[in-house]
C-alpha cells in the first residue's frame, strides 16, 4: 500500500547512490516539486548524494527549472540522457567535467526503461549505427569521467546492430494528475503520455521503489481504468504538489485544457507566420509533402511547416505527428512543444517510437546545425554539449528527411522584395563546414539505406547522392558564387540542372500549394 509523504519525506526515500528515472518532456509531466525537494534536502542536509540520474527527454526550461535543480557536484554523480542544453545548469556542469554524462537517442532510451522492466538485457537496433551513439565514434561519452560502456555493436544474422544495455533504476520519479486511493495514476491534465509506466515497472523490476508526484488524491474507483496510467501495485509513495510547482508545461500558462485534449479548437485560430527566412524554408519544405503523408515536425524551423499547412488549406490531408506521443491535430510551439491540438490518438512516447523506428512516417521535417560535403549533420554538440533528443530516432528511420535551416546563422537578415530574396547582411557563423563537429545524421548510412535527404536554406537546396551533397535549386535574386558558394566550407557540387527556387515561396499571401 502507498504512502502519502511530504516532499522531505520523499527525499529521505532516496538512498546515497541510487540511479534514478525522472519523466518529463521539457516541462510536461516533470516533476519539479520533488527534484526542487531533492536540491533543498542535498543543500541543507548533504542527502541524497552521489546519484546516477536518466530521463529520457529533455527537461528544463533553458534558465533553473527541470534538470537544472540536480546541478550540484556532490548531489549527481552520473547523468545518462538524450538532451541536456534546457538545463544550461547541468550543461555547464557536463562540460566543465564535474558530472559523468552520456547522451543516447531519446526514443532508445524510453525504450530501453521498458526492457529494463521486462528484465531483458537492453535494446537491440540499428537506430544510432554511423553516429556519436556508435561506439566506433564516441559511443554516446560526453566527457573524460565517462568511461562506461553503455552500448556495443553486436552482429545478428550478418547484420550490425547496436546493444544499448540495460541497467538497474532504484528509484522512479514519475508524475501524474490525480491519484486514487489505490494508488492508480491517472493523467488527464498532462498534455501527453510519456515513459511513466516504463519507469515504474523498471524501478520495480530493479528492486527498486516508485515516487509519484500528483495534484490531487481521489476516491477509488473515481479514475475509469481506461484513464490508469501507472496501477497502485507500482506506487509506493505520493507527493501532493502546490499548483505553482505543477503547471501543465514551463510556459506562462498553468493549464491549457485544450492541450489536455478536453475540447477542440478552430485550426484557423493558429497565427500565420509573418514573411521570414522561417517561412521561406517552412514553405519550401511543404513542397516535399505527399498528399494523406505521415510526417513529423522538428522544433524550430520545422515547425513553421504546420502553420504553412494551415494557411495553405490542407492541414486536413495531412498527419502531423509529435515524438512525444500525439498523432493527428496540429503540434504546440514553444513552451507547449511535444503536445498538440486535435489530435486523434494519443498513444504514449515509447509507442510513437516504436512506430518511428518501424519506418512509419512518410518524411521528417528536422532542423540540422552543421551539414557536411557527405550530408552528416550535427545537432548535438557545439561550444555545449546539447544531445540529440529524438532526432537519431527519426532521422534514420524515415524514408524521407528534410533537413531545415538557414545557411549561416548569427546576424543574417535578409528581406524579401519584389519576389526575391536580398540578403541585407550575411550570417557571421557558416553551417555547411569541411567536417561537423560531431555525427547526428550519417550521410553514408543513408545513402546505404536508400533515404532521400534534401536540405532546404532560405536561398538554396541541396539534395544527397552517392556523392555527397548536391546543390539543386537557389532563390531567385541570389549570387550563386558570391552568396552560396563563398559563405560553404566545402566544394559544391552545382547540379547541371540548377532550377530557381519557385517564386511563390516568396511572396506575401497564400501560395496556392497544393499536395
Not at 20 to 46: H, N, Q, R, W
Not at 80 to 106: C, F, M, T
Amino acid at each position: 500500500m502507498f504512502k502519502i509523504v511530504d516532499i522531505k519525506g520523499a527525499a529521505s526515500a532516496i538512498k546515497d547512490g541510487a540511479t534514478v528515472g525522472i519523466t518529463g518532456f521539457m516541462g510536461s509531466a516533470c516533476p519539479e516539486y520533488l527534484l526542487k525537494g531533492i536540491e533543498d534536502s542535498f543543500l541543507e542536509g548533504g542527502h541524497p548524494c552521489a546519484l546516477t540520474m536518466t530521463h529520457s527527454p529533455g527537461i528544463g526550461d533553458g534558465k533553473d527549472r527541470g534538470m537544472n535543480h540536480m546541478a550540484h557536484a556532490g548531489l549527481l554523480k552520473r547523468v545518462i540522457a538524450s538532451h541536456y542544453n534546457l538545463a544550461p545548469l547541468l550543461q555547464a556542469k557536463v562540460d566543465s567535467g564535474e558530472i559523468e554524462a552520456y547522451l543516447l537517442p531519446q526514443g532508445t532510451l524510453c525504450q530501453l526503461y521498458r526492457e529494463i522492466g521486462a528484465g531483458r538485457p537492453g535494446v537491440i537496433t540499428k537506430t544510432g549505427l554511423g553516429t556519436f551513439v556508435d561506439p566506433r565514434l564516441e559511443g554516446g561519452k560526453c566527457n573524460a569521467l565517462a568511461t562506461r560502456d553503455l552500448v556495443e555493436v553486436v552482429t545478428l544474422g550478418g547484420e550490425e546492430y547496436l546493444w544499448y544495455k540495460s541497467f538497474p533504476i532504484d528509484v522512479a520519479i514519475i508524475r501524474g494528475t490525480s491519484v486514487d486511493e489505490h494508488g492508480n495514476v491517472s493523467a488527464e491534465k498532462e498534455t501527453t503520455l510519456i515513459d511513466q509506466l516504463a519507469l515504474a515497472q523498471a524501478a520495480k523490476r530493479s528492486g527498486g521503489i516508485v515516487i509519484v508526484q500528483a495534484e490531487r488524491v481521489v476516491a477509488a474507483g473515481a479514475i475509469n481504468p481506461r484513464d490508469v496510467i501507472v496501477p497502485g501495485i507500482l506506487v509506493d509513495y505520493v507527493v501532493l504538489s502546490p499548483a505553482e510547482y505543477h503547471y501543465q508545461n514551463f510556459g506562462n500558462q498553468p493549464y491549457d485544457a485544450a492541450l489536455a485534449h478536453e475540447f477542440r479548437i478552430p485550426v484557423d485560430s493558429i497565427p500565420i507566420l509573418p514573411m521570414s527566412d522561417r517561412k521561406i524554408i517552412a514553405r519550401r519544405a511543404a513542397m516535399e509533402l505527399p498528399r494523406n503523408a505521415v510526417i513529423n515536425l522538428g522544433i524550430g524551423i520545422p515547425e513553421g511547416v504546420s502553420g504553412v499547412a494551415v494557411e495553405e488549406g490542407f492541414a486536413d490531408q495531412l498527419t502531423m505527428t509529435v515524438e512525444a506521443g500525439q498523432i493527428g491535430g496540429v503540434p504546440a510551439a514553444g513552451a507547449a512543444f511535444g503536445g498538440a491540438y486535435n489530435p486523434e490518438f494519443v498513444p504514449g512516447m515509447i509507442n510513437q517510437f516504436d512506430f518511428y523506428d518501424g519506418g512509419g512516417l512518410d518524411v521528417c521535417f528536422l532542423g540540422a546545425a552543421e551539414v557536411d560535403a557527405m550530408g552528416n549533420c550535427n545537432v548535438s554538440k557545439f561550444t555545449r554539449t546539447v544531445g540529440p533528443g529524438g532526432f537519431i530516432n527519426i532521422a534514420s528511420n524515415t524514408p524521407k528527411c528534410v533537413f531545415c535551416g538557414t545557411l549561416t546563422a548569427g546576424g543574417l537578415k535578409t528581406e524579401v522584395k519584389d519576389g526575391r530574396l536580398v540578403i541585407l547582411q550575411e550570417g557571421r557563423n557558416r553551417k555547411y563546414v569541411k567536417q561537423v563537429k560531431q555525427v547526428t545524421f550519417s550521410g553514408a548510412n543513408a545513402v546505404k539505406s536508400g533515404q532521400k535527404v534534401l536540405f532546404i536554406t532560405e536561398r538554396a537546396v541541396f539534395e544527397l547522392d552517392e556523392e555527397g551533397i548536391i546543390l539543386t535549386e537557389i532563390a531567385p535574386g541570389i549570387d550563386l558564387q558570391t552568396q552560396v558558394l563563398d559563405v560553404v566550407d566545402f566544394d559544391v557540387r552545382v547540379s547541371s540542372g540548377l532550377r530557381t527556387m519557385d517564386e511563390r515561396i516568396f511572396r506575401e499571401g497564400k501560395m496556392g500549394l497544393e499536395l
